[in-house]
């Protein structure tokens, strides 16, 4: 039994460590407003090819309200409109629009657009470019049919230790936008260790977003028992936070697409938990998850902030025409 003389033992304050920057970024906000501001302006359905961004609540939110999801161009009826996904799309797939007599509204990310330009004007160069990034993703299959002579893809430090290239003095390294700068660097040195004059992109690829997201989330997991990323699993600068927070320090780390996916179990002797979201992620499902944690005790909030982010894109210029008189007319012709 318990000296009532001797003051009882408090129990550590429990807290959030909030990150920001967090959610969406400028490239996403553009691309989800282009769906939005397409249906407004045009009715549905409007198409879009491939998620316009990779996260679950944003895709069946923009269903709801109109927009048709398809996998490939062909699927797009003649004379519709159809968007291009932030992730940006090759060459070919504007060709096989074109064919359809499809309009189209391209909603690529500009920052993933400066990656498609580098691509093209090094392959024109003559250099063969060794792009980093993760196969299958849309941004390496968009970027990779800009010059696929001239491209080869590099995934991971162990692929950059078996690649081959036909002339090593003429060699460029270009990225994935949503990888871990961690990652991506250690993937470059080991290129850089067999390729000694390997040519650099003229800016980093790696995008201002991704950065900002993960310099918050390491500062966050190096205080924190847990911490939670809200995103989807398919999306890539999300998978990438769970992994540096646990690089950071993290007691533990998991990726959820809302608050249902918490595990009450990953609390147990939890004081600080920290909490950031992907970049295709509406701050409403972060809300839902500090609603959650608050119920369970952990109110008190800090943010952590060691940067700001004030860049914003406008809409594609497309949607400053009449794009159903344009694919009437297409169709017609």
């Given at each position: 039994m318990a000296d009532p003389a001797l003051p009882a033992t408090a129990e550590p304050a429990r807290r959030v460590l909030l990150a920001a920057p967090r959610g969406y970024c400028a490239?996403?906000?553009?691309?989800?407003?282009?769906?939005?501001?397409?249906?407004?302006?045009?009715?549905?359905?409007?198409?879009?090819?491939?998620?316009?961004?990779?996260?679950k609540y944003v895709v069946q939110t923009l269903e709801r309200k109109g927009?048709?999801?398809?996998?490939?161009?062909a699927e797009v009826p003649e004379g519709s409109i159809v968007i291009f996904s932030a992730h940006g799309v090759a060459p070919e797939v504007h060709r096989e629009a074109e064919r359809g007599k499809l309009a189209t509204i391209d909603a690529t990310c500009p920052l993933v657009t400066k990656v498609h330009?580098?691509?093209?004007?090094?392959?024109?160069?003559?250099?063969?470019?060794?792009?980093?990034?993760?196969?299958?993703?849309?941004?390496?299959?968009?970027?990779?049919?800009?010059?696929?002579?001239?491209?080869?893809?590099?995934?991971?430090?162990?692929?950059?230790?078996?690649?081959?290239?036909p002339d090593p003095d003429k060699v460029v390294w270009?990225?994935?936008?949503?990888?871990?700068?961690?990652?991506?660097?250690?993937?470059?040195?080991?290129?850089?260790?067999?390729?000694?004059?390997?040519?650099?992109?003229?800016?980093?690829d790696i995008c201002y977003a991704t950065q900002n997201r993960q310099l918050a989330i390491k500062q966050v997991a190096a205080d924190a028992d847990l911490v939670l990323v809200v995103g989807s699993k398919n999306s890539s600068n999300s998978v990438r936070m769970v992994e540096v927070a646990l690089g950071a320090g993290a007691g533990a780390a998991h990726l959820v697409d809302n608050a249902s996916e918490i595990d009450e179990a990953w609390l147990s002797g939890v004081t600080t938990v920290g909490l950031s979201s992907g970049a295709s992620v509406p701050e409403v499902l972060v809300e839902g998850v500090l609603e959650w944690l608050s119920e369970r005790g952990y109110a008190d909030v800090e943010l952590v902030q060691p940067t700001e982010e004030h860049i914003q894109f406008s809409l594609p210029k497309e949607l400053r025409r009449d794009l159903r008189a344009e694919a009437a007319a297409k169709a017609a012709g």
């Open positions: 490239g996403v906000d553009r691309a989800v407003l282009a769906v939005e501001a397409a249906l407004e302006q045009y009715g549905a359905p409007i198409y879009v090819r491939h998620e316009i961004v990779h996260n927009a048709v999801f398809v996998e490939e161009t330009k580098e691509a093209v004007r090094f392959a024109q160069d003559n250099y063969q470019i060794l792009l980093i990034g993760h196969e299958g993703h849309e941004e390496v299959i968009g970027t990779s049919g800009e010059a696929p002579e001239h491209i080869t893809l590099v995934d991971g430090p162990a692929d950059a230790a078996t690649v081959q290239v270009l990225s994935q936008t949503t990888l871990s700068v961690d990652e991506t660097m250690e993937t470059v040195d080991a290129l850089k260790g067999r390729f000694p004059n390997l040519l650099s992109p003229p800016s980093d």
